[in-house]
């Protein structure tokens, strides 16, 4: 049972234009939400997280928003470069063990590709 | 209880010593990590290991080392190298690499330079 599902394995915007990458989950006591990159050939960095306490969490080009009524989240990326094209991989954190510590569930990913 | 144990929780170092963090798992995992997290920052992979005396470097490798000579244990070594090492470290593991859905973390350890 996937917890944390990207329905779309790939994503193709041309440049300048707005890229929406999407995440959805189940478990509704996830309390924090990331987003993390990953370029061919390189490990995966940190790009965005939100708090389930908030809606909007803006950082530069990026934003994330999220709507929990209907247990979705959102990458925007405006304006988007050649630049990001990545795979995206959305976690969200759930806890375990008690809860006492946490875990990461993370999405499949989605491959977005900007043309120039 | 199947768990991930680090310790210790807080860890005070005189500049210019070497210090160990200790990570054990009974998951019966083969991959193992360790993470840094800085205020406002997400996670920042140090180190990752997909199985017993093997490892690799993540994106901020450079002033730490690892082991893995058991499949349960992947201690952190913060060398004197580490030109900022005052942060929190999670360790982390999981059945696999390939296509990981789940990472499980330890309660982390405070780790602060005097």
């Known amino acids: 049972d996937q917890q944390v599902k990207q329905n779309s394995p790939s994503l193709s915007v041309q440049e300048g234009r707005i890229s929406i990458l999407n995440c959805d989950y189940t478990n509704s006591m996830f309390d924090y939400f990331l987003w993390y990159k990953k370029y061919p050939a390189e490990g995966t960095t940190f790009l965005i997280s939100i708090s389930s306490i908030k809606d909007k969490n803006e950082d530069g080009r990026f934003t994330v928003f999220l709507n929990k009524s209907a247990k979705h989240l959102s990458l925007h990326i405006v304006p988007s470069q050649p630049g990001d094209s990545a795979v995206y991989f959305c976690a969200a954190r759930g806890t375990y063990s008690g809860g006492s510590n946490y875990k990461l569930t993370f999405g499949k990913g989605t491959l977005l590709t900007v043309n120039p | 209880d199947g768990g991930i144990t680090q310790s210790p929780k807080y860890l005070f170092r005189k500049e210019g010593q070497n210090v160990t963090l200790s990570c054990e798992q009974n998951l019966n995992h083969d991959a193992m990590y360790w993470y840094r997290q800085d205020p406002g920052q997400g996670l920042r992979l140090i180190y990752y290991?997909?199985?017993?005396?093997?490892?690799q470097k993540g994106d901020i490798a450079e002033g730490y080392s690892v082991s893995r000579e058991k499949k349960e244990s992947f201690p952190l070594t913060v060398t004197s190298a580490q030109k900022n090492p005052t942060a929190f470290y999670l360790c982390?593991?999981?059945?696999?690499?390939?296509?990981?859905?789940?990472?499980?973390f330890g309660p982390g350890t405070r780790l602060t330079v005097l």
């Open positions: 290991s997909q199985i017993v005396n093997d490892f």
């Open positions: 982390a593991s999981s059945i696999g690499l390939a296509g990981v859905s789940e990472q499980f």
